[in-house]
């Protein structure tokens, strides 16, 4: 089944295209890995997939639907990115996994909580722990748990190991697989060859905005 699918999209700004004349399927369950020089147009592509911009020119669908006929809060709900520098907000770590709950106007699952902070490698003591004592793995891993407490179809990573050591990547790599195991559809932008075939079914190569290449690995 695709879930989502670009048409002939370009994005122009301030006169150049960034993406041009992309056209590309994506099936649920896929996990996409996206390589490509700096300034290649990868972290545009995320934005379009969750409609943070808009495409200059032709159509990106989302479960057979045009992503423009969405409300952009409740898609996001559905599509969620991770940037590459996790920010966090509020006081501790609780007041940001309290959040996805009260814009729902839900309790928070702490059942949920705990099962997330488990699988990231932390302990439930984090909770209390203020946001300015967390070192950079932890605030990376606080941000795909807040990302993650209400399952999205698709989840959106830009470079979010780029900055951890290599057992902080090891957790978030593994705990990103079980993700995709369980269904959802995963699109990840890395710069490690090693990485991007680790657990990727597909192998995009963005080049000049457009595709260089999709290879299917498994």
Known sequence: MIILEFNNVFYVREGKEIIKN??????????????????????????????LISPTEGKIIFQGKDMLEYDPRSLRKSISY???IP???GDTVEDNLVFPYAIRDM???????HELLEKFNLDNEILKEEIKNLSGGEKQRIALIRTLLFKPEIILLDEVTSSLDVDNTRIVESAVNSLNKEGTTVLWITHSPEQGRKYANKLLTIENGGIKSLEVLR
């Open 87 to 89: 920010h966090l907000f």
């Open 22 to 51: 992309f056209s590309l399927k994506v099936e649920q369950g896929d996990f996409i890995s996206i390589m490509g020089s700096s300034g290649s147009g990868k972290s545009t592509f995320l934005k379009l997939c969750c409609h």
């Open 82 to 84: 991770c940037f590459q």
């Open 107 to 113: 309790v928070m699952d702490k059942l949920r909580v």
